[in-house]
């Protein structure tokens, strides 16, 4: 489900996915292998590999984040956030970020991020845009 105010500044794939067996399978469907983009976390669970704080698959074409597995994504990802809007720049979980390089890029994240003060005119464009990039990369 995609919150009707995203932004696609993909500030939602710095967050760590657990997969499951369903989710790997899916993604190796795409010609992908498992060693690629998955790695146990510290109780032996598969999780999504990051690189530099963000998914594998997360690609930035100039402003706009996008998934590139996005029909293959893991459940996880569908299911997020799991309400109609997007509230994740206003966690206080980012209030407190260290400075180190992986949270520089978050905080950067964070400004383009939707908040509940975000414009619709800025939604719609950043989805139109998003819309654009998408088909570009199909």
């Not at 996915?17 to 790997?24: H, M, T």
């Not at 206003?90 to 400004?111: A, C, F, G, Q, T």
């Amino acid at each position: 489900m995609m919150p009707s105010n995203c932004t696609f500044c993909g500030l939602c794939c710095t967050l760590t996915v657990r997969l499951s067996e369903k989710d790997i399978q899916r993604i190796e469907k795409t010609g992908r292998k498992r060693e690629e983009f998955a790695v146990a976390d510290t109780d032996g669970m598969p999780i999504l590999k990051r690189e530099k704080g963000w998914c594998t698959f997360f690609k930035r074409e100039g402003k706009v984040g996008v998934c590139t597995i996005y029909d293959s994504r893991p459940d996880n990802c569908r299911d997020f956030p799991g309400k109609r809007l997007c509230d994740l720049a206003e966690n206080p979980i980012y209030k407190h970020m260290s400075d180190n390089e992986e949270s520089k890029r978050i905080k950067l994240l964070l400004k383009k991020a939707p908040t509940t003060e975000t414009s619709a005119a800025a939604i719609e464009e950043a989805q139109k845009k998003a819309a654009e990039t998408l088909t570009q990369t199909s």
